[in-house]
């Protein structure tokens, strides 16, 4: 925590620039890849911590395209690897910012930065999970986020968000340490999402729990 608080204030050169060649990039990623079910739920993979990367070799990189073309196919904006059954902490992202900017990467190995009390500005908008189908619920969560990591290639990375991109990097760092959106709301909120997403039909394949 403490390391996290001494690196808050670096300055704003150090972050990745993920907003140029967004359409390029993610088609060459979706192109190599192949699309994989989405675990929900319930299976043991998504609620406890993942393994860290350690190797960023040729099995990552397919890891990752295969990510990407998942992430398209089930029409998400984000996509953390436990949730195609794969126990590693890296996450994908093609998601727009509240100015309507796109952000496309990949971080490995996550950290959210703590943030100091006058950036910890809530927004409470919904939240969904392609995780649980069907569901969304209101959840506050920081408007502003920084996570850090490495890069497929294992270069160290800092991404910075705002708005919507913010929750989504915030949620896909969760996804890495076991947690869902619906474990942070109170027990009668995930109760009703939980029964949203059992009254639908997931619009993509999925994962039987095991």
Do not use: W
């Amino acid at each position: 925590m403490a390391q996290q608080q001494e690196t808050k204030s670096e300055p704003f050169d150090e972050f990745i620039v993920d907003t140029e060649d967004c359409e390029a990039r993610e088609q060459a990623y979706r192109a190599r890849g192949t699309a994989r079910p989405i675990t929900v739920v319930g299976n043991p993979v998504l609620h406890k911590e993942c393994r860290d990367v350690t190797e960023f070799d040729d099995e990552l990189a397919r890891l990752v395209d295969d990510m990407f073309a998942s992430q398209r196919a089930a029409e998400g904006v984000g996509l953390a690897a436990n949730q195609i059954g794969v126990d590693l902490k890296v996450f994908v992202y093609d998601c727009l910012d509240d100015e309507g900017v796109r952000h496309v990467g990949v971080v490995c190995n996550p950290v959210l930065d703590e943030l100091p009390a006058e950036r910890r500005m809530l927004d409470d908008s919904n939240e969904g999970c392609l995780s649980v189908p069907g569901a969304y619920a209101s959840l506050a969560r920081p408007d502003y986020a920084v996570v850090r990591g490495q890069d497929a290639e294992g270069k160290p990375i800092a991404v910075q968000g705002t708005g919507y991109f913010a929750r989504c990097l915030q949620h896909e760092t969760d996804h890495l340490y076991g947690y869902l959106y619906i474990d942070r709301l109170s027990k009668r909120e995930r109760k009703e999402a939980l029964k949203q997403m059992a009254e639908g039909a997931p619009r993509y394949e999925t994962v039987a729990n095991d």
